[in-house]
């Protein structure tokens, strides 16, 4: 049975090892221009316009509403964590005794400057009646925008992506910011599922101005594998490689248990 496991494992360890390794130089170079720096106390520019889903233009300063808001920058038509991640935050919502729309604000930002007003306003659709609380229309946004009117959002946020034109997807990372009444960057969530009592902490912090610190970052990246192409994308890069590392490791808890199990059965 040892033999057994430990013959598994190391399968295992190689495969995703092997797996990891065949990924092409252009998936790599791709996911090197990717990044969510923690831009802690960094200002958004206030007067950068943007569309709401009703197609009207609005200064992204005009939805902080003297409120903290979570800024999600996500594009609505991604195939893969972009809707993990609103849905991962509207399970959050849904947990706290705050109301979007009364204690604050979010604000879901397409980086994609091809999209439009209409796709925004079917995401809003959605996430509006998934929230299911009183107000949640008038404190949810969902904005597209222009190119530099993305970049500059994009760049003060510290959110670093990329397009891959083949395959006709972003490559980008995942997760949060929670912004202060006056814009400032006050934390960042990272991932796709967020803890209740994490996103309540952090408003409470950025509703009284309070800039965190940085927290612990595993960045999950949204990229696509397309075997018709024999592409490699990944969603998580390191967490493949550590998939391999934590499946070693759960085998040999396993080993080790049924070897106590052995010898206290011959005892």
């Known amino acids: 049975m040892r033999r057994v496991l430990f ?28 990044d969510y720096a923690q831009n802690l106390g960094a200002q958004i520019p206030l007067r ?14 005009e939805l902080l509403n003297g409120k903290p808001a979570v800024l999600a920058l996500v594009y609505y ?15 959050a919502m849904r947990a706290l005794s705050f109301s979007a729309g009364d204690q604050y604000d979010v604000i879901t930002v397409s980086f994609d400057p091809r999209e439009t007003s209409a796709l925004a306003a079917a995401k ?26 993305i970049r500059r959002l994009t760049a003060a946020a510290g959110f670093r992506y990329t397009y891959d034109a083949e395959l006709d997807q972003y490559a980008h990372a995942t997760g949060l910011a ?67 590392v934590l499946t070693v490791l759960g085998l040999a808890a396993l080993v080790l248990v049924l070897s106590q199990q052995r010898r206290a059965a011959a005892a």
């Open 178 to 244: 929670v912004l202060t009444p006056q814009g400032r960057i006050s934390g960042y969530l990272f991932g796709v599922e967020y803890a209740a009592g994490d996103l309540r902490l952090a408003l409470v912090k950025a509703a009284a101005g309070t800039i965190g610190s940085p927290v612990d970052q595993f960045l999950l990246y949204c990229y696509h594998y397309d075997p018709l192409t024999g592409k490699y994308g990944l969603r998580v890069t390191r967490a493949l490689r550590l998939g391999g």
């Open 7 to 34: 013959a598994l494992a190391a399968l295992l360890s190689t495969g995703a090892a092997a797996a990891a390794a065949t990924a092409p130089a252009a998936a790599n170079k791709l996911l090197k221009d990717v």
């Open 124 to 149: 809003k659709k959605v996430y509006v009646e998934r929230y299911g609380r009183p107000g949640a229309a008038r404190g949810w946004t969902f904005l597209t925008g222009d190119a530099d009117s």
């Open 48 to 61: 950068l316009p943007f569309r709401d889903e009703t197609g009207r233009t609005v200064r992204f300063g």
């Open 77 to 91: 038509q991604c195939p893969m964590l972009c809707t993990e991640t609103l849905n991962g935050l509207v399970r």
